[in-house]
């Protein structure tokens, strides 16, 4: 079973700094890569979508990457702002399974 | 477009009784999916459906039943609801389950409480 492995749990910067938020995966056959917002007491908004055959994506301040073979992923989110804070979940979907396997995620806050 | 929505937002009830949550989504998507959400663990899948008229069990089902009514709805029913099954309930749809880059999106959530 895949499991999903997000460090550091919480994590505090003042506002402006660049910031990395790691995400590991135990099995390598991942079909895809997703991250995810969310704000407390709301649902998942999608950030980024990484396929497996791709090593980044872009939006914005926000770049993801994926290494399948190191089992690695990581959100890289440039000159953080307030607004940027919440708990950021990454998920795997795995090759030929339908679900996504989740992160129990990092809370992000940025100090103004 | 509303996206993914849910019914109720909120919810208690007593070990025992009965309820299903709601969900519907407007962007002509195959595939919907029913996840819950515990504090300290990542969010799990309960049962998915990866077309209209088909659905299977996720990682979680014990104590669940589903329905995908049409192709725009999925409801998850609570027979008889345990105090385990307190929880936040995550409906998400996507254009197809597995098999390609398929986006997954998520409704607001349902806070249920089993007393």
């Known amino acids: 079973k895949q499991e999903v492995t997000q460090i550091p749990a919480a994590l505090s910067v003042p506002e402006g700094e660049n910031l990395v938020l790691n995400c590991s995966f135990t099995?390598?056959?991942?079909?895809?890569l997703q991250w995810f917002r969310q704000d407390p007491g709301k649902g998942l908004t999608s950030l980024l979508l990484?396929?497996?055959?791709?090593r980044e994506q872009t939006s914005g301040r926000l770049n993801a990457s994926l290494d399948k073979s190191s089992g690695r992923s990581t959100l890289y989110i440039a000159a953080s702002q307030p607004g940027d804070s919440a708990t950021y979940l990454c998920?795997?979907?795995?090759?030929?399974?339908?679900?996504?396997?989740f992160g129990t995620g990092t809370r992000l806050t940025v100090i103004p | 477009n509303a996206g993914v929505t849910q019914t109720p937002k909120f919810q208690v009830l007593k070990t025992g009784q009965s309820m299903t949550l709601q969900c519907a989504q407007d962007?002509?998507?195959?595939?919907m999916y029913w996840y819950r959400q515990d504090p300290g663990m990542g969010l799990r899948l309960i049962y998915y459906?990866?077309?209209?008229?088909?659905?299977d069990k996720g990682e979680v089902p014990n104590g669940y039943n589903v329905s995908r009514l049409n192709k725009r709805e999925f409801s998850l029913r609570l027979e008889s609801a345990a105090p385990s099954q307190t929880s936040v309930y995550f409906c998400?749809?996507?254009?197809?389950?597995?098999?390609?880059?398929?986006?997954?999106?998520f409704g607001p959530g349902t806070r249920l409480t089993v007393t």
């Open positions: 998400a749809s996507s254009e197809a389950a597995g098999g390609g880059p398929y986006e997954q999106y």
């Open positions: 099995d390598s056959a991942i079909y895809n």
């Open positions: 990484i396929q497996s055959s791709q």
């Open positions: 998920a795997g979907l795995q090759t030929g399974a339908n679900n996504l396997f």
């Open positions: 962007m002509n998507h195959n595939s």
């Open positions: 459906s990866a077309s209209e008229g088909t659905t």
